[in-house]
């Protein structure tokens, strides 16, 4: 009773596209994806920069 069916998902997923349109989710993917590398890239940096502070 506590967990969903596949169906539970897909009815979610449909309801989701139909409201937000495959554009917009799109978008979103795009723009979650340059964040996430924005953040590695930031991370890379202040790593080296503190290595080369020792």
Known sequence: ???F????WLIVLLVVLLI???SKLRNIG???GA???NF???AKS???S???LR
């Open 40 to 42: 590695k890239d930031a």
């Open 35 to 37: 964040a996430v590398k």
């Open 30 to 32: 795009s723009d979650l």
């Open 20 to 22: 937000f349109g495959t």
């Open 46 to 48: 202040d790593e080296s």
């Open 1 to 3: 009773m506590g967990s």
């Open 5 to 8: 069916s596949i169906w539970h």
């Open 50 to 52: 503190s290595k080369q």
